[in-house]
């Protein structure tokens, strides 16, 4: 199994050439950045399936770059660097990432690597300990028992990811339930909406939130949740 989108982000034009070009025949979807703060201002940011990281960047360097998308997303994470030092692969272990590998790497391996990691991180999801939506509480429980204060807002989006079970929930059935089924126009409320319960979550449990946005869809909680 393959990730069917993957981002890769380093500046040696020279190896993401022949990597896009490698992976791409692999059947996997390539974007490249050369420079990490393109990426933080991409649209599509958090919703790759992998990222492929170099540690020396222009933008913030890659180590903070891992810390940055693992409070985001759980896709699989693959450091592929020159950088030698004793002490780098436990860096960049602490900071996120699945796997670190020194340049210059085989392909082969790199590509082989990557679907082992996207296998485990895709993987069955019925072991998980769920997400807990309390309607009586209107609080949000996470798997390690931390309970979350959610607002009226909050409340009505979980309800409709809990509903979905799993599947995208798209953003014009979010703006109905949040304006009580009323038309509304813009998107503000709900992007605010949104934007406040990630963070909620992320302040709460010091971890990345499930909750991620689909390009051009709508939204979807990554992680079991059922509401009691």
């Known amino acids: 199994m393959h990730p069917k989108s ?5 500046d040696d034009t020279y190896f993401t050439d022949f990597l896009s070009e490698y992976l791409g025949e692999r059947g996997m979807k390539v974007e490249v950045f050369g420079d990490s703060n393109l990426l933080l201002a991409s649209t599509n940011a958090y919703n790759y399936d992998f990222y492929v990281v170099d540690l020396m960047l222009p933008g913030i360097d890659g180590l903070n770059l891992i810390r940055v998308l693992r409070l985001r997303t759980r ?5 592929a660097s020159g950088r030698l030092e004793q002490e780098v692969f436990q860096q960049c272990i602490e900071a996120g990432a699945d796997m670190y590998m020194a340049k ?12 082992a990691i996207a296998r485990r991180v895709s993987g069955p999801r019925a072991n998980e300990v769920p997400w807990m939506l309390d309607r009586a509480a209107r609080q949000l429980v996470a798997p390690g028992g931390t309970r979350i204060d959610l607002s009226e ?12 079970d799993g599947e995208t929930v798209t953003r014009e059935t979010l703006r109905q339930k949040l304006a009580g ?6 998107l503000d ?7 406040r319960l990630r963070r ?29």
Request: glycine share 10%; hydrophobic share 45%.
């Open 200 to 228: 909620r979550i992320e302040n709460a449990t010091s971890g990345p939130s499930p909750l991620h946005a689909k390009s051009g869809v709508g939204y979807e909680f990554r992680a079991p949740l059922k509401a009691i």
């Open 104 to 115: 210059p790497v085989n392909f082969e391996h790199l590509a082989l690597a990557i679907e």
């Open 153 to 164: 807002g909050h409340l009505t989006v979980l309800e409709c990811f809990a509903q979905a």
């Open 75 to 79: 896709a699989g994470i693959m450091v």
């Open 181 to 186: 089924g009323e038309e509304v126009e813009g």
């Open 189 to 195: 409320s709900l992007n605010s909406t949104i934007f």
């Open 6 to 10: 993957l981002a890769v982000i380093d």
